[in-house]
C-alpha cells in the first residue's frame, strides 16, 4: 500500500489520504491546497513537530506527483 493516495471526490475535490499511523486525510479543490482547514485526523497539525513533519511530506509528494492539481 502506498504511504499516500489521492482520490477525486464530486465537483473539483480531491481527497489525499496518509495510509500509515497516523492516519489522516486532507480535502482540498483544484488548484487549492489549504490544509489548514481541511485537514482531519491529526491531534495537533500545527504544534506537533511530527505531525507537521508528516503534512510537509504530504505537500512534497503532491507537488512532485499530482502538481497539476494543486498549483494555479
Not at 19 to 33: G, S, V
Amino acid at each position: 500500500m502506498k504511504k499516500f493516495a489521492i482520490k477525486k471526490q464530486q465537483g473539483d475535490k480531491w481527497l489525499v489520504s496518509h495510509n500509515e499511523h497516523p492516519r489522516f486525510t486532507c480535502l482540498f479543490e483544484d488548484k487549492k491546497f489549504i490544509y489548514r482547514r481541511t485537514l482531519t485526523g491529526l491531534c495537533d497539525p500545527a504544534g506537533d513537530p511530527e505531525q507537521i513533519e508528516l503534512v510537509q511530506r504530504m505537500e512534497k509528494w503532491l507537488s512532485r506527483c499530482h502538481k497539476e492539481k494543486i498549483n494555479g
